[in-house]
């Protein structure tokens, strides 16, 4: 009949439907929360992504990005050859010692402090180089003893007695010790790249090491003594001019 009222729904009076509705509420406002917080993040990496940036600045990240591709794997290219041309020329005096003793009539004895003068001053020239980096730049220390272990090449290479090639030696351990610090501090410093790019360096000084006296024997019986040093002392000379005019971070100062 018209007049008649159908059935009344049922209303939220009990315990079980308030229950429910309060779950249903805690879980949405958890829900509102959440999405609130990931608007804010969103709006702010927006706006940082869209804030205006000089043109300066663009330069100079564009800059960065490459240096730390090419610029980064022609600068541990550069320290590895370094140190790979310093262990070569470390060792490389052992084959022919025989021939500077029989042309300088050296002593047993003569001999014996021409061999060890590399290690005695690499082992008394590391620790002040690691100072001298901490204080100058291991940038400036690395280049120095670039052009120190050139230079002392070339005297080796020319030496006509006992105490200028003992000398030379003296001065080439001295670049040697100061690359070993200074230059792993520098590279250490300016690159990312971790234990990988210092393990590169070592490889580099294990293969100098034993292929240094072989060439240094092949070379010298072909070409005289003279000739594979003055190489070499070129060979460090072009290391560090490319390392002079590379653009990385210096390192620690």
Not at 89 to 96: G, I, K, S, T, Y
Not at 104 to 119: C, H, K, P, R
Not at 234 to 239: C, E, K, S
């Amino acid at each position: 009949e018209r007049g008649r009222r159908g059935p009344e729904r049922p209303e939220f009076g009990d315990g079980q439907d308030r229950l429910e509705l309060a779950q249903a509420q805690s879980a949405f406002d958890r829900l509102n929360r959440s999405k609130m917080r990931h608007s804010l993040t969103l709006t702010h990496l927006s706006l940082t992504l869209n804030w205006p940036m000089s043109q300066t600045n663009k330069e100079d990240i564009v800059l960065q990005a490459a240096r730390i591709t090419a610029g980064g794997r022609l600068f541990r290219l550069l320290i590895g050859a370094l140190i790979l041309v310093s262990a070569a020329a470390q060792f490389a005096l052992v084959p022919v010692m025989p021939v500077y003793a029989h042309r300088l009539g050296l002593s047993g004895f003569e001999q014996g402090m021409v061999l060890g003068a590399t290690g005695l001053a690499t082992l008394v020239v590391s620790v002040p180089a690691g100072t001298l980096a901490d204080r100058f730049g291991a940038r400036r220390i690395t280049l120095a003893a670039g052009l120190l272990m050139a230079a002392a090449t070339a005297a080796q290479a020319l030496a006509g007695d006992f105490t200028v090639l003992f000398a030379a030696r003296l001065a080439f351990g001295a670049g040697y010790g100061m690359v070993w610090t200074a230059g792993l501090c520098w590279l250490a410093g300016a690159m990312a790249g971790g234990p990988p790019a210092l393990g590169g360096s070592v490889a580099s000084a294990g293969v100098g090491g034993v292929a240094g006296p072989a060439i240094s024997g092949a070379l010298a019986q072909s070409l005289g003594l003279a000739v594979p040093l003055l190489v070499t002392a070129a060979i460090f000379a072009v290391i560090t001019a490319g390392l002079a005019v590379l653009r990385v971070p210096q390192g620690p100062a």
